[in-house]
């Protein structure tokens, strides 16, 4: 399974040719915290590598040298949009008569 934007899940390479990509869906970093594969908000400095340096800016394009890219999407992702899709639904379900 391709690596997918946390943003607009959009798939890209998993063979990145600098830290400076970004996603050709959204046009965001793709080489940040939150498309890694190590990520993890309930983890210390929300990273399960333990020797990786604290990112503060985790949608922004960093040097880590541990980056994986991720398949998984991030969902838990806080900066990750609902589908307008499923907001949609929610209200035709809230309001039906």
Known sequence: ???IC???AH????????RSEEC???????HVC??????DQSAYNECRENRA???VQKDRANFCDYFRPSSRGSP??????????DIANAL??????
């Open 1 to 3: 399974m391709p690596p």
């Open 6 to 8: 946390y943003h607009c």
């Open 11 to 18: 798939p890209y390479p998993a063979e990145l040719r600098g």
């Open 24 to 30: 050709s869906g959204c046009r965001r970093d793709i």
């Open 34 to 39: 939150y498309n890694c594969d190590f990520y």
């Open 53 to 55: 340096d604290r990112i």
């Open 76 to 85: 838990s992702n806080p900066c990750s949009p609902k589908p307008s899709t």
């Open 92 to 97: 035709d379900a809230l309001f039906k008569k």
